[in-house]
């Protein structure tokens, strides 16, 4: 492999590896504004599990985009909701995100859904490799 595959190729956390046990948006924002072309996103997860044996937990994780930080009004990425977390197996998947794509503002950052039942922990970490403008 060609060294030149990776120049001006900057990895970014969107989601630190953590333990999700409610719904939420992920603490980290990415701002596209030095980023170009096509953006490879991954999502690692170490599966879900549940104190209640009876119960069948899932967890879903989206991308989401907002022309504002803040995201006052998150949109969700189309194309950008990764294969829901239904069980305690560890699995990845990857999405390629165009982002100059229409749904893409310059904002980017990760919403989880825990669903099923209040006792559900799900194991997930999201990152990406973006490439930077002028390489």
């Known amino acids: 492999m060609s060294s030149n595959l990776t120049i001006g190729t900057i990895p970014k956390v969107i989601t630190a590896s953590a ?3 409610a719904t939420g948006a992920g603490s980290a924002v990415v701002d596209l504004q030095d980023y ?3 953006a490879s996103i991954f999502l690692n997860s170490g599966g879900i599990d549940d104190t209640d044996t009876s119960a069948t937990p899932t967890a879903t ?3 989401q985009t907002a022309t504002d930080s803040a995201f006052g009004t998150p949109v969700d990425v189309t194309g950008g909701g990764f294969t829901a977390i239904s069980t ?3 699995s990845s998947e990857e999405i390629a995100l165009d982002l100059q794509g229409s ?3 310059r904002y ?3 919403y989880v ?3 099923s039942e209040a006792n559900a922990t799900a194991y997930i970490g999201v990152s990406g490799l973006f490439k930077q403008r002028g390489w």
């Open 88 to 90: 305690t197996a560890a």
């Open 61 to 63: 994780v989206k991308l």
């Open 19 to 21: 333990a999700v046990t």
């Open 108 to 110: 980017l950052r990760t």
């Open 36 to 38: 170009t072309g096509v």
């Open 103 to 105: 749904t893409v503002n």
């Open 113 to 115: 859904t825990v669903a």
